[in-house]
């Protein structure tokens, strides 16, 4: 008897020659089979006489062939079978491309289903390469077929029919993960069910009720497997501390904190006091001011007799809050070490030292810090800014070098709500919804590749009246930047220095620079010395230099609408008014909807909720990222009511039997969703 594991090459009807292929799409066991799921639907439902068909209409036809298939050779290598068939009310002529057998297959005589587009009129009507099966048989003409996403090598019909292989060979004996009760409480079909009309659907309505079993199924798990965590995570203790008055940290800074940045550290403070360790995150639109936020908790970790660890996607993030913060730590006597891949060894030794003994207090730095070497005395607080360029893994590995230490994960992404109940289910929130005083709107524009000289001559006004600008001219970031992304960045700043803008200073950074030309580059830009920065999207995310006004984006139509949004907040960080200038020669319909949303509103939170509408969750977060099982049926996107529906009858499952004592399946499954990056959310 196969169960859900088995290989699929053992499958009755597949074989090793197919299993091969099925491998090459990630399929390898049953369930793997079963569970590879249509894109679409082809609809091959619709029936027409011959008299009926319309030119362009594509329909299934049923008709008698009339004579025998003929076969001729066209120019080179071409064979066309054609063939009359008729019914009662007309006839067709057919011709099919390189099918040669097609003339043996199709007898004169006998009566076929046709499915395919017709084109003329009259008694001039004719189809080129129908589908075609013998009268009676419904396995590819008379239903919805299953349109696969399918690489190279394997087609269509022979991934169906595997498909209907596995199904037949499982179908009685689909274990369920829902237990009976749920599935009749929120009116859900049986998997087997499920499972069958997914891929074979007997019609849009039971297209729909497959669907809607499989999405809540999915995310059903998911939200067990969240509120199990966090469910261990409360039930783990540590001391509570003691020490939470931060008045002389308020008292340093040189500017109030906005009431939500407050808000913000006091859920901090109360979530250090209540002896188990906090799991938060900050989420606050760009420019919120999340660092200060930050900083008040690390302030009070060493206040506490604690070491704390920031960590930055960037190494260019990692020096900016390193200067930025460590005058005002150290002021308030917190020592601070950075730690960056880029060090030169020496430095590197030194820190290292400096943090296992202790001596240094607050540790700020890149993936640096996860490395086997950065040991810790007593690391009491991690926090992890931008947190959607790590993994929940590199989050939780960071946390082991701590005794369950607090965790703060701070994010600028403003995450549409569904999405946010999934990836963060786990997490406490504070939202900064409030910006500091005295922001400015930043003015956006949308033009075409054509008034770059117009552009040129706006950033010299605003150059003259004192301030700085960015230009983006390449969507590839870090790590992965082929080496003429580079060639682009260094190039065009060249080219802007010499021919354009020869009095002014400009400067370039991209990822592939060594880390001290990279940090040269910028802190000359900080320091008011470069005048025009041109950049890779190194400089996405939480790059602060508030006297930079104006941002020039190029090509703007290939960036996503989030990460515009994120390279727009780069600006309007000061006092002084900001633009941001989309510069795009892509006419097409999506991509002037895409920069209209850019240009017609600043909020960070719709911008999100339209780039999710846009592109689908997969790209919007960059699905394996966050580590957690990806969602095959369930939309994001639309699915919210259902998404209350599943985490409410997780909630009650949860209630009645926390330990899923009574429901071995549902904790098999979700155990199995959460393996992979399982250990690294606990
Ligand atoms: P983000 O939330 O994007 O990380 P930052 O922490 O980098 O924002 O803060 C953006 C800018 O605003 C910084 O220059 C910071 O010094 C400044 N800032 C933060 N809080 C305040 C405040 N309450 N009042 C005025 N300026 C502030
Ligand atoms: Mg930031």
Redesign the pocket.
Known sequence: MPDLLTDVRYIKGIGEQRARSLNKLNIHTLRDLISYFPRSYDDRRSFRKIGELADGETACVEAMAAGAPTLSRVRKGMELVKVRVVDETGALELTFFNQPYRQNSIRAGETYTFFGKAEGAGRKKFMTNPVVEREGEREVTGRLMPVYPLTAGIGQLTLARAVAQGLAACRDLLPDPLPDEVRRAHHLCHTGYAYDQIHFPASEEELAIARRRLAFEELFLLAIGMKRLRRRRDALSCAPWPDTELADFYEK??????GA?RRSIEEILADFSAGRPMNRLVQ???????????AAAMVCAARNGKQSALMAPTEILAEQHYR?LSPLLEGLGVPCALLTGGMPAKARRETLARLASGEARAAIGTHALLSEGAAFHSLGLVVT??QHRFGVAQRSALSAKGEHPHLLV?S?TPIPRTLALIIYGDLDVSV?DQL???RQKIDTFAVPGSYRQRIYRFLEKEIAAGRQAYIICSMVGEGDAPPDDRKAVTEYAKTLQEQVFPALRVACVHGRMKPREKEAAMSAFAAGEVHILVSTTVVEV?V?V?NATVMVVEDADRFGLSQLHQLR?RVG??AHKSFCILVSDNRSEEARARLKVMTATGDGFRIAEEDLRLRGPGDFFGQRQHGLPALKTADLSCDAALLKEAQEAAEALLAADPALKDHPLTAQRVEELFAAGGDALN
Do not use: Y
Not at 253 to 258: D, M, R, V
Not at 284 to 294: E, N, P
């Open positions: 800074l040189p500017f109030a904190l906005t940045q606050g639109d760009v420019g919120s001011g999340k660092t200060m936020v930050a930025g800014d931008e701070m600028a900064i500091p005083p005295g939480g602060d508030p907040g960080r000061g």
